[in-house]
């Protein structure tokens, strides 16, 4: 069973920025693809970005050219880089890995979340 584990979540000003971590407890990025999702109150969760096996990345229209997403395949470690916050931006975010590889096809883990909230 793998463990996806965030961190990185607070407050923080408008205009302001964070690093999310999402720490796996086995080397999977070789065979799940990795996203970060949100989930604002009231709302349905979002995928706000992903990166591939393949080392391939997608956003979110409301993100891009403000989040990064990256990882450390020797630390395990998915990362968010978040840049000019807004309040919109304010969830809990949660890290995902959907198997990909034939041996762990639809499998698929989430993390217990992180909030993030933008406020002045």
């Known amino acids: 069973q793998v463990q996806l584990v965030e961190s990185g979540g607070g407050l923080v000003q408008p205009g302001g920025s964070l690093r999310l971590s999402c720490f796996a407890s086995e080397r999977i990025f070789n065979f799940y693809d990795m996203g970060w999702y949100r989930q604002a109150p009231g709302k349905q969760r979002e995928l706000v970005a992903s990166l591939t096996i393949s080392g391939f990345t997608n956003y979110a229209d409301s993100v891009k050219g403000r989040f990064t997403i990256t990882r450390d395949n020797a630390k395990t470690t998915l990362y968010l880089q978040m840049n000019s916050l807004k309040p919109d931006d304010t969830a809990v975010y949660y890290c995902?890995?959907?198997?990909?590889?034939?041996?762990?096809?639809?499998?698929?883990?989430w993390g217990q979340g992180t909030q993030v909230t933008v406020s002045s």
């Open positions: 995902n890995a959907n198997g990909r590889t034939s041996n762990v096809r639809g499998i698929n883990y």
